[in-house]
């Protein structure tokens, strides 16, 4: 390969959104400018210089896509619009005035890109009960790279994955279902597979429908899993177990988080109420007193503590 | 994690010649271009001696080159000249001369030579700079040369000056901990933790300071560190040495029996691959560091330094890296710590998730042995007898010789004999003894088998067993306990006279024995077995004489002179000792048979009063006492006998008030059926006679506010009405109730009647709330039974047999079922048969069918599931079998029509199936002249089939 611009140029890719080759009716590559168009490539030559700068490899810290022939362009000199790049020929900066050049975005096969920061944001809000607040900064995230949604480096299926457990969260059952099986159906990793199916399982409790929602968690933590899985998991489980009124199995359950998560205090409330409740179920008065002191005890500020006191407590 | 070892310092000490050999190739390039001879030299005498400033810049070509050896005998040379009197170039201080020849003599391992520069520099100069630094190179040199307690003085001077404060506390703990100054070492490091910024240094600084700490077994201190550490995690770049120490930390906890600490320490351990995750991110971090300050340009000694230590930072993280490779498994050695430790703290079954995850996920681990006879335990403690005997199987099948399996079977063993599963008791306690336990564990499983024995009613064995034990523990130490136990085998098989010389035979060989008391005891009993009366008193006297009046067993001794007083016709006498017997400690048991007892012999006298008023005290007296609902039954026979029901409500009311508004007391319940039983007649002697509504006589003002207390009220009412088979009335009372109580008012025996009754009224929705309520809120409750077997008939009814099953069998084994036993057996079976499991199902329904107690439509359905079961085999001695099965039905149980024309209908089809066509038709037309039955389903397809039948014999 040559070195020149021409030969970088040359060997661009020449495919439309669909994939479909897409040359001008002079059989060339189309490249465009904000203020006219320029029908030949070669013509552009001025301009090849410019671009130089952001198509050729560069390292992974800051927000990039790479291409299908290894070049890589910087976030900022592209703007993704109706399912095509813009590339911008002139000062490297997207939108400023300047020639610029589609190209479709089939031609990304990764993006070195951090985690955005509405995704840890999301995260958070969605842990602090703020559902609605966390479905925004999913749905950012998620409609920002869904041009990319199974290119590898892509936070589409992070942010959908946020976006279903914010919606079951807000207790919007149906757009949590029709989100997860839109998920699923772009074969995600697995642990972001295993957390949407905890997540439908959650569904699934809260509209009684425990048979499915028992045999779905129970065959996903019976191999390892992520701890985040095994922690959703666990929990919802155990509750789906108390419902069924299967103590063994609730305590088997809400008990991994201690065994193996010993450091999710933050949990702890939950796990303690439904085991209290689960050792009343196996009639273990000693265990149901001791679990019961000790929600009441270490988290008496917490909702279950209270709970605990109305059901327990004479 | 050799923090403070020799190999910690060395690295250290060559970080600082780097720097003044820096200092050195400095000053012999300012001397050499002071004198306007870069890189020259000057020209000699005839006697040839080499200028200073030649021999400098010699040092400096050395130094640039790495020989430090010859840096340090050009230094040394040009040092020995300057004390002969040869002047220095100008500007070259004498002193920092001799701090370059200490710094390369440290660099090639001079430490002595090393030492003497840098003290007399120390001593020599004025300048605070240059003697700190000499301080620190003579510090080096004298710990580098194993010196560690000459060092710590020299450090401990160097640390007054502010510019090397903190690298002097940390090299003073360093050298003082190899000095053995243990507690020199901690205020070092302390000062270091305390004032240094919370960076790697001082993460390491803080490991070393953990260690120490564990050394001094200070475990409170250690405790404080790691929460340091791991309040600081991105400081810590020997993330598997932090692991590690964790590990002894908790260790050393689990030593000192503190479960508590030792958890903590276990829980903070990462996974190995997290463990293996982090080395890698902060070994790329520590690289990207140490490449950083080498690209820095003229970079100074501080870099330098700095640079060395990050180097050292990293070699010890991969050295514990290694360590954890070489550890075996790692991850399985962190679980079976951790199940220990939730297993000391009392929590088995996170012991037991924990330990079976091990065992699981770890097959290979040499930690999995001892976490199978660990989980064996667990199991057992958390009182799961399936899961402990299928775990000892397990442990002897994958480890069969494994010296842990004796103990293991034994606590096996122990955990079905609490949950009175004898067969397995004993099936385990011989496997113990086959696996050759030590003589000690033997003697005990040999006693302990013998008692299962004992236990499991084999008397005739358990005397064997017991002798067995004897014969091979003759001296032992369970002599006294093996005697005794074959001489009670002995007692309760009824060999009397054989006892009596066995007891008599005991208290001889142990007089003062732990069974002597008892033994006495058994001897009166003995005699009154045998009807000896007067021997038996004699007995029953000389042991009241003979012990104390507060010894245990003196109400059953009381008890059974009661009896022998009554057996002698002494009614006076009988009721005076079993009064008196009242009046001692005693098992309900024991207590419940004398209340009868004197009852019975009052009753008998006809001494109503005092006897009703015998059991009003009783109730007065013990509230909350099982036998309170004995008082109310006896009170409400015994009044009504004597013709007082008035009396009789009054005072089983007054009884059952004391609870009345509390819906957890759920025996209420079974005291308000005894109240409904005598307030509508149904006892002997009651009359029909309406006595109002309970809301009137049962409950106070006060009461009548409680919603709890008015719906036990309108529940006894619904009960005279059932009993007066007013069933409108029935169920219009408990509707009233379903109308107005939430179910959380309830107590468990109104919701289990509440879900019967809106389930018989199709309304299974709401018969759920009610069941669910009842088994969340008292899965243990007396009326449980009502709720499981609701539920499996709900899950029957909505075609799940698997989940029925369940539930059926939660009546039984959880909640007892003690009033819906026929209804969760016969449930059992249908789903059993739903599920196809047909033997199983047979099993049941014979059961039932031969039940005498049971006979009504359970017999019927079941003698028609048999038959059921049998035609599915088609075969023609099946289906004469299944036909006699029918024909029981439609001959035996005609009271149930259903039954009927289903077994007439199904006879007839079998009899097809048999190519009996004559006894086909006349099967059907039997069922068809049945009025009962002509409207019934099977009677419609019988007609079908007559037709059929009938128009095949025209045709022929």
Same mark, same amino acid.
């Given at each position: 390969?040559?070195?020149?611009?021409?030969?970088?140029?040359?060997?661009?890719?020449?495919?439309?959104?669909?994939?479909?080759?897409?040359?001008?009716?002079?059989?060339?590559?189309?490249?465009?400018?904000?203020?006219?168009?320029?029908?030949?490539?070669?013509?552009?030559?001025?301009?090849?210089?410019?671009?130089?700068?952001?198509?050729?490899?560069?390292?992974?810290?800051?927000?990039?896509?790479?291409?299908?022939?290894?070049?890589?362009?910087?976030?900022?000199?592209?703007?993704?619009?109706?399912?095509?790049?813009?590339?911008?020929?002139?000062?490297?900066?997207?939108?400023?005035?300047?020639?610029?050049?589609?190209?479709?975005?089939?031609?990304?096969?990764?993006?070195?890109?951090?985690?955005?920061?509405?995704?840890?944001?999301?995260?958070?809000?969605?842990?602090?009960?703020?559902?609605?607040?966390?479905?925004?900064?999913?749905?950012?995230?998620?409609?920002?790279?869904?041009?990319?949604?199974?290119?590898?480096?892509?936070?589409?299926?992070?942010?959908?994955?946020?976006?279903?457990?914010?919606?079951?969260?807000?207790?919007?059952?149906?757009?949590?279902?029709?989100?997860?099986?839109?998920?699923?159906?772009?074969?995600?990793?697995?642990?972001?597979?295993?957390?949407?199916?905890?997540?439908?399982?959650?569904?699934?409790?809260?509209?009684?429908?425990?048979?499915?929602?028992?045999?779905?968690?129970?065959?996903?933590?019976?191999?390892?899993?992520?701890?985040?899985?095994?922690?959703?998991?666990?929990?919802?489980?155990?509750?789906?177990?108390?419902?069924?009124?299967?103590?063994?199995?609730?305590?088997?359950? =809400?008990?991994?988080?201690?065994?193996?998560?010993?450091?999710?205090?933050?949990?702890?409330?939950?796990?303690?109420?439904?085991?209290?409740?689960?050792?009343?179920?196996?009639?273990?008065?000693?265990?149901?007193?001791?679990?019961?002191?000790?929600?009441?005890?270490?988290?008496?500020?917490?909702?279950?503590?209270?709970?605990?006191?109305?059901?327990?407590?004479? | 994690?050799?923090?403070?070892?020799?190999?910690?310092?060395?690295?250290?000490?060559?970080?600082?010649?780097?720097?003044?050999?820096?200092?050195?190739?400095?000053?012999?390039?300012?001397?050499?271009?002071?004198?306007?001879?870069?890189?020259?030299?000057?020209?000699?005498?005839?006697?040839?001696?080499?200028?200073?400033?030649?021999?400098?810049?010699?040092?400096?070509?050395?130094?640039?080159?790495?020989? /430090?050896?010859?840096?340090?005998?050009?230094?040394?040379?040009?040092?020995?000249?300057?004390?002969?009197?040869?002047?220095?170039?100008?500007?070259?201080?004498?002193?920092?001369?001799?701090?370059?020849?200490?710094?390369?003599?440290?660099?090639?391992?001079?430490?002595?030579?090393?030492?003497?520069?840098?003290?007399?520099?120390?001593?020599?100069? @004025?300048?605070?700079?240059?003697?700190?630094?000499?301080?620190?190179?003579?510090?080096?040199?004298?710990?580098?040369?194993?010196?560690?307690?000459?060092?710590?003085?020299?450090?401990?001077?160097?640390?007054?000056?502010?510019?090397?404060?903190?690298?002097?506390?940390?090299?003073?703990?360093?050298?003082?901990?190899?000095?053995?100054?243990?507690?020199?070492?901690?205020?070092?490091?302390?000062?270091?933790?305390?004032?240094?910024?919370?960076?790697?240094?001082?993460?390491?600084?803080?490991?070393?300071?953990?260690?120490?700490?564990?050394?001094?077994?200070?475990?409170?201190?250690?405790?404080?560190?790691?929460?340091?550490?791991?309040?600081?995690?991105?400081?810590?770049?020997?993330?598997?040495?932090?692991?590690?120490?964790? =590990?002894?930390?908790?260790?050393?906890?689990?030593?000192?029996?503190?479960?508590?600490?030792?958890?903590?320490?276990?829980?903070?351990?990462?996974? @190995?691959?997290?463990?293996?995750?982090?080395?890698?991110?902060?070994?790329?971090?520590?690289?990207?560091?140490?490449?950083?300050?080498?690209?820095?340009?003229?970079?100074?000694?501080?870099?330098?330094?700095?640079?060395?230590?990050?180097?050292?930072?990293?070699?010890?993280?991969?050295?514990?890296?290694?360590?954890?490779?070489?550890?075996?498994?790692?991850?399985?050695?962190?679980?079976?710590?951790?199940?220990?430790?939730?297993?000391?703290?009392?929590?088995?079954?996170?012991?037991?998730?924990?330990?079976?995850?091990?065992?699981?996920?770890?097959?290979?681990?040499?930690?999995?042995?001892?976490?199978?006879?660990?989980?064996?335990?667990?199991?057992?403690?958390?009182?799961?007898?399936?899961?402990?005997?299928?775990?000892?199987?397990?442990?002897?099948?994958?480890?069969? @010789?494994?010296?842990?399996?004796?103990?293991?079977?034994?606590?096996?063993?122990?955990?079905?004999?609490?949950?009175?599963?004898?067969?397995?008791?004993?099936?385990?306690?011989?496997?113990?003894?086959?696996?050759?336990?030590?003589?000690?564990?033997?003697?005990?499983?040999?006693?302990?088998?013998?008692?299962?024995?004992?236990?499991?009613?084999?008397?005739?064995?358990?005397?064997?067993?017991?002798?067995?034990?004897?014969?091979?523990?003759?001296?032992?130490?369970?002599?006294?306990?093996?005697?005794?136990?074959?001489?009670?085998?002995?007692?309760?098989?009824?060999?009397?006279?054989?006892? #009596?010389?066995?007891?008599?035979?005991?208290?001889?060989?142990?007089?003062?024995?732990?069974?002597?008391?008892?033994?006495?005891?058994?001897?009166?009993?003995?005699?009154?077995?045998?009807?000896?009366?007067?021997?038996?008193?004699?007995?029953?006297?000389?042991?009241?004489?003979?012990?104390?009046?507060?010894?245990?067993?003196?109400?059953?001794?009381?008890? #059974?002179?009661?009896?022998?007083?009554?057996?002698?016709?002494?009614?006076?006498?009988?009721?005076?000792?079993?009064?008196?017997?009242?009046?001692?400690?005693?098992?309900?048991?024991?207590?419940?048979?004398?209340?009868?007892?004197?009852?019975?012999?009052?009753?008998?006298?006809?001494?109503?009063?005092?006897?009703?008023?015998?059991?009003?005290?009783?109730?007065?007296?013990?509230?909350?006492?099982?036998?309170?609902?004995?008082?109310?039954?006896?009170?409400?026979?015994?009044?009504?006998?004597?013709?007082?029901?008035?009396?009789?409500?009054?005072?089983?009311?007054?009884?059952?008030?004391?609870?009345?508004?509390?819906?957890?007391?759920?025996?209420?319940?079974?005291?308000?059926?005894?109240?409904?039983?005598?307030?509508?007649?149904?006892?002997?002697?009651?009359?029909?006679?309406?006595?109002?509504?309970?809301?009137?006589?049962?409950?106070?003002?006060?009461?009548?506010?409680?919603?709890?207390?008015?719906?036990?009220?309108?529940?006894?009412?619904?009960?005279?009405?059932?009993?007066?088979?007013?069933?409108?009335?029935?169920?219009?009372?408990?509707?009233?109730?379903?109308?107005?109580?939430?179910?959380?008012?309830?107590?468990?025996?109104?919701?289990?009647?509440?879900?019967?009754?809106?389930?018989?009224?199709?309304?299974?929705?709401?018969?759920?709330?009610?069941?669910?309520?009842?088994?969340?809120?008292?899965?243990?409750?007396?009326?449980?039974?009502?709720?499981?077997?609701?539920?499996?008939?709900?899950?029957?009814?909505?075609?799940?047999?698997?989940?029925?099953?369940?539930?059926?069998?939660?009546?039984?084994?959880?909640?007892?079922?003690?009033? @819906?036993?026929?209804?969760?057996?016969?449930?059992?079976?249908?789903?059993?048969?739903?599920?196809?499991?047909?033997?199983?199902?047979?099993?049941?329904?014979?059961?039932?069918?031969?039940?005498?107690?049971?006979?009504?439509?359970?017999?019927?359905?079941?003698?028609?599931?048999?038959?059921?079961?049998?035609?599915?085999?088609?075969?023609?001695?099946?289906?004469?079998?299944?036909?006699? /099965?029918?024909?029981?039905?439609?001959?035996?149980?005609?009271?149930?029509?259903?039954?009927?024309?289903?077994?007439?209908?199904?006879?007839?089809?079998?009899?097809?199936? =048999?190519?009996?066509?004559?006894?086909?038709?006349?099967?059907?037309?039997?069922?068809?002249?049945?009025?009962?039955?002509?409207?019934?389903?099977?009677?419609?397809?019988?007609?079908?089939?007559?037709?059929?039948?009938?128009?095949?014999?025209?045709?022929?």
């Amino acid at each position: 390969m040559k070195t020149g611009k021409a030969g970088r140029l040359g060997s661009l890719p020449r495919m439309d959104a669909k994939g479909r080759e897409w040359r001008s009716k002079a059989g060339k590559p189309e490249v465009r400018n904000a203020a006219r168009v320029v029908s030949s490539l070669w013509r552009a030559g001025a301009l090849m210089l410019a671009v130089l700068a952001i198509l050729w490899p560069q390292g992974v810290q800051a927000q990039r896509y790479r291409l299908r022939d290894g070049r890589v362009l910087e976030q900022s000199a592209v703007v993704v619009r109706d399912g095509r790049m813009v590339v911008s020929l002139g000062d490297g900066q997207a939108g400023a005035k300047g020639a610029e050049m589609t190209l479709p975005v089939s031609l990304v096969v990764e993006l070195q890109w951090p985690e955005p920061e509405e995704l840890r944001r999301g995260r958070a809000a969605l842990t602090a009960g703020q559902a609605g607040e966390a479905l925004l900064d999913a749905d950012a995230v998620a409609s920002r790279f869904a041009p990319f949604s199974r290119v590898p480096g892509s936070w589409w299926a992070d942010a959908v994955g946020l976006q279903i457990r914010a919606l079951a969260a807000a207790g919007r059952s149906g757009e949590t279902r029709e989100a997860a099986a839109m998920l699923l159906a772009a074969d995600p990793r697995a642990d972001q597979a295993a957390m949407v199916r905890v997540t439908v399982a959650g569904i699934d409790l809260s509209e009684g429908k425990t048979d499915a929602a028992a045999a779905v968690l129970t065959e996903l933590l019976r191999d390892p899993v992520s701890a985040e899985v095994e922690i959703e998991g666990a929990l919802l489980l155990g509750e789906v177990h108390l419902a069924r009124l299967e103590w063994e199995k609730a305590l088997e359950a =809400l008990l991994r988080i201690p065994a193996f998560h010993g450091r999710r205090v933050d949990l702890m409330p939950r796990v303690l109420l439904g085991s209290a409740r689960a050792y009343r179920g196996l009639d273990d008065a000693g265990r149901v007193e001791r679990t019961v002191l000790e929600l009441t005890d270490r988290y008496e500020d917490s909702l279950q503590a209270a709970t605990a006191k109305k059901e327990f407590l004479p | 994690l050799a923090l403070a070892s020799a190999t910690h310092l060395v690295p250290m000490a060559l970080n600082s010649t780097t720097e003044l050999c820096d200092l050195t190739g400095r000053l012999a390039r300012a001397v050499c271009m002071g004198l306007g001879m870069a890189g020259g030299c000057v020209l000699g005498h005839a006697q040839v001696q080499i200028p200073l400033v030649q021999v400098l810049a010699e040092a400096e070509t050395h130094r640039t080159a790495r020989r /430090f050896a010859e840096v340090a005998a050009l230094l040394d040379r040009a040092v020995a000249r300057v004390s002969q009197g040869e002047r220095l170039p100008e500007g070259v201080d004498p002193d920092r001369l001799q701090m370059a020849a200490a710094t390369a003599h440290v660099r090639t391992g001079g430490f002595a030579r090393a030492s003497a520069l840098a003290k007399a520099v120390v001593a020599a100069t @004025k300048a605070k700079s240059l003697q700190s630094e000499a301080r620190f190179v003579w510090g080096l040199a004298l710990a580098l040369d194993q010196k560690f307690a000459e060092a710590v003085p020299v450090f401990a001077e160097l640390a007054l000056d502010p510019n090397h404060r903190d690298r002097a506390w940390l090299y003073q703990a360093i050298a003082a901990r190899e000095a053995g100054q243990i507690e020199v070492a901690i205020a070092a490091y302390e000062r270091v933790l305390a004032q240094a910024p919370q960076d790697g240094d001082w993460a390491d600084a803080a490991l070393a300071w953990v260690s120490l700490q564990l050394q001094r077994g200070q475990l409170a201190e250690v405790e404080r560190g790691l929460v340091w550490l791991r309040g600081r995690p991105e400081a810590v770049d020997n993330v598997v040495g932090l692991a590690l120490l964790t =590990l002894q930390a908790g260790d050393a906890a689990m030593t000192a029996e503190d479960a508590i600490a030792a958890l903590a320490a276990y829980q903070s351990v990462p996974s @190995k691959v997290e463990l293996v995750r982090l080395h890698e991110e902060r070994d790329r971090r520590l690289e990207v560091q140490i490449a950083g300050l080498r690209a820095l340009s003229g970079a100074g000694a501080a870099d330098s330094d700095a640079v060395r230590r990050l180097e050292l930072r990293r070699a010890q993280a991969k050295q514990a890296l290694s360590e954890l490779n070489r550890s075996g498994d790692f991850d399985a050695s962190v679980l079976l710590r951790r199940g220990r430790a939730f297993q000391a703290r009392g929590q088995v079954w996170e012991a037991a998730l924990v330990l079976g995850r091990l065992v699981e996920r770890h097959p290979a681990a040499a930690e999995r042995e001892v976490a199978f006879a660990t989980l064996v335990r667990a199991y057992a403690e958390s009182g799961r007898l399936d899961r402990t005997l299928e775990t000892a199987r397990r442990l002897i099948e994958a480890y069969p @010789k494994s010296e842990l399996s004796a103990q293991a079977l034994a606590v096996a063993a122990q955990a079905a004999g609490d949950r009175g599963n004898r067969p397995e008791q004993l099936h385990f306690l011989e496997l113990a003894l086959d696996r050759s336990p030590p003589p000690e564990l033997r003697e005990t499983l040999l006693l302990l088998h013998a008692n299962a024995l004992f236990a499991a009613g084999q008397h005739d064995a358990a005397r064997t067993a017991s002798g067995r034990s004897l014969e091979t523990f003759p001296e032992g130490r369970f002599v006294e306990d093996a005697v005794y136990l074959k001489t009670m085998a002995g007692f309760v098989m009824g060999k009397q006279e054989r006892a #009596l010389e066995e007891l008599a035979a005991y208290l001889a060989r142990f007089p003062g024995g732990r069974f002597a008391a008892d033994a006495g005891y058994r001897m009166a009993a003995a005699e009154f077995a045998l009807e000896r009366y007067e021997p038996a008193s004699a007995s029953v006297s000389a042991w009241l004489e003979a012990h104390p009046e507060d010894h245990a067993q003196r109400g059953e001794v009381l008890s #059974l002179h009661g009896d022998i007083l009554a057996a002698r016709s002494l009614p006076d006498e009988a009721i005076a000792a079993y009064e008196l017997a009242l009046e001692h400690p005693l098992s309900d048991d024991g207590r419940g048979y004398i209340l009868d007892e004197l009852t019975r012999i009052q009753l008998a006298r006809r001494e109503f009063e005092p006897a009703a008023r015998r059991w009003e005290a009783f109730a007065e007296r013990n509230p909350d006492h099982a036998f309170t609902i004995n008082a109310a039954y006896w009170i409400g026979r015994i009044r009504t006998q004597a013709g007082d029901r008035p009396a009789a409500l009054a005072s089983m009311a007054m009884v059952a008030r004391r609870h009345l508004a509390d819906p957890r007391k759920e025996d209420v319940e079974r005291l308000l059926l005894e109240l409904a039983r005598v307030a509508s007649g149904a006892v002997p002697g009651g009359s029909g006679a309406g006595v109002g509504s309970a809301e009137t006589w049962l409950l106070t003002p006060e009461l009548g506010g409680v919603p709890t207390a008015r719906a036990r009220a309108w529940f006894v009412d619904a009960e005279v009405a059932a009993l007066r088979r007013d069933e409108a009335r029935r169920d219009a009372l408990l509707e009233q109730i379903a109308r107005t109580c939430s179910p959380d008012v309830l107590p468990a025996g109104l919701l289990g009647r509440l879900g019967d009754h809106r389930r018989a009224a199709g309304d299974p929705e709401q018969a759920r709330v009610y069941y669910t309520a009842l088994v969340a809120a008292a899965p243990r409750s007396h009326f449980a039974d009502f709720a499981y077997v609701g539920l499996g008939e709900l899950a029957l009814a909505s075609g799940n047999p698997s989940e029925a099953l369940v539930q059926f069998e939660a009546a039984i084994d959880l909640a007892g079922a003690r009033f @819906k036993l026929l209804e969760a057996t016969l449930g059992r079976a249908r789903a059993l048969f739903a599920l196809e499991r047909w033997t199983e199902a047979k099993v049941l329904f014979e059961q039932i069918a031969s039940n005498r107690a049971w006979r009504g439509e359970a017999t019927a359905r079941s003698v028609f599931a048999l038959g059921e079961i049998l035609a599915r085999e088609g075969d023609p001695d099946a289906l004469a079998k299944a036909q006699g /099965f029918y024909q029981r039905v439609y001959l035996g149980y005609r009271k149930f029509a259903p039954w009927v024309a289903r077994a007439y209908l199904r006879s007839g089809e079998t009899f097809e199936r =048999l190519g009996q066509r004559t006894e086909a038709v006349a099967t059907y037309r039997e069922l068809l002249r049945d009025n009962r039955l002509t409207a019934s389903a099977e009677a419609e397809v019988a007609r079908r089939h007559l037709a059929r039948l009938e128009g095949e014999g025209s045709a022929t």
